[in-house]
């Protein structure tokens, strides 16, 4: 399969924002603030449970990425697919979720050698401390942040799976969160089309003006095959973005990667396809 891509270009709707309506609440933590940043939302967990000898500090900034993540997982579901999330010890018990888990080390471990590891079936990947990482191989997507080594045996990991695609076209938000300012990637599927042009509009708010990286890559079982890599800037508030894919003789279906800047808070507001289903 061979497929190429076109920016046809990038339009500033509004430079006015709203980032949280229409996206869902978590609902492992249904008390704690719809959020896109686990590091906004880490005030209203600390209030709600506040350090003391049965609540450590790691617990709450792994309480504030399944606040976010658990959302991101809701909004994607609402769409017919499948991600899974979860936050905590990555030590004891170790963190799991779908098919992946973290390596079950001492936090010193991971401080000594500056890095958690994840396991999959197709291989495992690691994290740099206070750094993400994702993963792509066969029938495999996943994600990981590492925000937070600890000071003694716990350290703090957040996992990601996507476990069945959304496929577009793609009508509800969904936001792509962040574990204190790692931005994960989001996945779509794009169906096939019989023309050798497919047109995608895509629709982004951004909280301020950043570099977007969008791929495509194969479907599932290839994954970890890049058929196409490019950047593109946005502004601040809601932007639509317009791309041709082309192949020959027609465009095959592919998974659309796209992957925000850190340190931004931003929303999918949709995904067009021409021709339409």
């Not at 076209?169 to 792509?176: A, M, Y």
């Not at 850190?262 to 507001?269: A, G, I, K, P, S």
């Amino acid at each position: 399969m061979s497929l190429s891509v076109k920016l046809q270009g990038v339009t500033l709707k509004r430079p006015e924002f709203d980032l949280k309506s229409r996206l869902m609440k978590p609902s492992l933590l249904p008390w704690a603030p719809v959020g896109i940043n686990s590091e906004l939302v880490l005030p209203a967990i600390a209030e709600e449970a506040p350090l003391a000898e049965d609540v450590v500090e790691w617990m709450q900034i792994a309480a504030a990425d399944i606040a976010v993540f658990d959302g991101m997982c809701e909004d994607y579901n609402r769409l017919g697919s499948q991600l899974v999330s979860t936050s905590g010890d990555g030590y004891i018990p170790g963190v799991s979720v779908g098919d992946i888990m973290g390596e079950s080390v001492s936090g010193s471990t991971v401080r000594s050698r500056g890095y958690g590891t994840v396991i999959t079936p197709r291989g495992s990947f690691n994290v740099p401390v206070r750094g993400k990482a994702t993963f792509a191989k066969d029938d495999i997507l996943a994600w990981a942040a590492l925000p937070e080594p600890g000071t003694g045996c716990q350290w703090v990991l957040t996992l990601l799976q996507w476990r069945d695609l959304a496929k577009a076209p793609i009508k509800d938000r969904v936001r792509f969160g962040s574990s204190y300012g790692l931005v994960a990637p989001n996945f779509f599927l794009i169906p096939s089309t019989l023309a050798p042009i497919r047109t995608l509009r895509i629709g982004l708010t951004s909280d301020k003006p950043q570099t977007v990286v969008i791929r495509g890559r194969g479907s599932k079982g290839a994954y970890h095959n890049v058929l196409f890599e490019e950047s593109l800037n946005i502004d601040a508030g809601e932007n639509e973005v317009t791309y041709n894919v082309f192949g020959f003789p027609f465009v095959s279906e592919f998974t659309l990667e796209l992957a925000p800047s850190d340190n931004t808070q931003t929303v999918l507001d949709y995904i067009d396809i021409f021709p339409p289903i």
